[in-house]
């Protein structure tokens, strides 16, 4: 096939796939995108539905979009090492937060990990002249929705964050739990009293 009569999304994908050969190398694009042993599925689900063929195909496209706008940015090549070796879906959800303040045109930095409570948080922003401390959080897509889950997560976020310093928790949740209106207001009845 030529470029000319390929369709944009497969010429989109294609491209995707180039980027993180590059920044991840094509041994992980084989396993974790092409291959049959990914780290995960939430890049590669063996799955006859169109539906779930063209999500798939989305998060690839996604993942490289932010992964190569995010080349600049301070501490990226540290989160770049994580996904090379390990499950993908939390440092998806790590740059999906960022993307939010990226675009946001708010300059921020990832922070390099520290594993001392108070000072592990994932990035710092500036608002305004403010430094806003951020703590990127994931539910992975199997969770089983519980009040509790939300709780703990924010508590565990909240550990993570300097004390008495203006901070941001972001948790990506899992699409189901959006679908239903009664778990999307339990969901904001928890952070409401958090």
Known sequence: KTFANMQPLGLLYGLASEVLIHLLE????VDNIFGKDPFDKFLRA??????????????????AEMLFNFQSIVGIENL???IKKDSIEPYIAELQSAKLLYFN???????????QKGFDYDAVATVQTSKVYCEFKC?????????NTIRETLRKAKGQLPKAKKS???I????????????ESKVLKVLTEF
Do not use: L
């Open 168 to 170: 941001i928790i972001f």
């Open 46 to 63: 063996k799955s006859q539905s169109e539906e779930d063929r063209f999500k798939m195909a989305d998060r690839v496209v996604e993942t």
């Open 172 to 183: 990506k949740i899992p699409e189901e739990w959006t679908i239903h209106k009664k778990t």
């Open 139 to 147: 539910k992975i897509e199997n969770t089983k929705f519980s009040e």
């Open 105 to 115: 045109e708010t300059t921020f930095y990832f922070n390099t990990p520290s594993n």
């Open 80 to 82: 770049i090492e994580k």
């Open 26 to 29: 094509s041994k992980w694009v």
